[in-house]
């Protein structure tokens, strides 16, 4: 069992940045990890994952170039890095816990934190 808590949401304004954060407990070793998104009326979209080592990362086409996502094994936690907001990154974001880092199925899911864009 692995247990995820996200934190860092927020309201930002269009061009601004945030930080996410995903502190996990459990089971974690030698886990995924990836960050998610769903906004209103919209299907849950894949936004970035991270391989277990760190050493390899794979991002939605939609965030390429804005987002960053990084983790620290020793500290269990997950960060996503948001640079350049658009009010289209509105949406409740979500830490993933699974066994690949790419979109696809995940095993664990943290409780969502609100990130708003918006002036």
């Known amino acids: 069992q692995v247990q995820l808590v996200e934190s860092g949401g927020g309201l930002v304004q269009p061009g601004g940045s945030l930080r996410l954060s995903c502190a996990a407990s459990?089971?974690?070793?030698?886990?995924?990890m990836a960050w998610f998104r769903q906004a209103p009326g919209k299907e849950r979209e894949f936004v970035a994952g991270?391989?277990?080592?760190?050493?390899?990362?794979y991002y939605g086409d939609s965030v390429k170039g804005r987002f960053t996502i990084s983790r620290d094994n020793a500290a269990n936690t997950v960060s996503l890095q948001m640079n350049s907001l658009k009010p289209e990154d509105t949406a409740v974001y979500y830490c993933?816990?699974?066994?690949?880092?790419?979109?696809?199925?995940?095993?664990?899911w943290g409780q969502g934190t609100q990130v708003t864009v918006s002036s």
């Open positions: 991270i391989s277990w080592s760190g050493g390899s990362t």
């Open positions: 993933a816990a699974g066994r690949t880092y790419g979109p696809g199925k995940f095993d664990y």
């Open positions: 459990g089971r974690t070793f030698s886990t995924a």
